[in-house]
């Protein structure tokens, strides 16, 4: 598995959990923050206001249904 410095991945099946876990990882830079979110919409919208008030541009959130 290669690493990278500006890149984080994280897994994550729970909507509460993964909420806690992207907001902790945006606070690093949400200027540069990309987010990619992929579920059902009852779990993705809820997930993508968060990160969106969080500071991350709207133009960054790439969703999948």
Known sequence: ???YN???YVPCLLAE???RKIIAVLDADKNS???YLCGTA???EPLR???F???VSPTNIYVDY
Do not use: M, P, Y
Request: hydrophobic fraction near 50%; charged fraction near 25%.
């Open 53 to 55: 008030l969080s500071g």
């Open 17 to 19: 959990e993964f909420s």
């Open 33 to 35: 923050a990309v987010a």
């Open 1 to 3: 598995v290669r690493k």
């Open 49 to 51: 206001e968060q990160i």
């Open 6 to 8: 500006n890149f984080s």
């Open 42 to 44: 009852d779990i993705i």
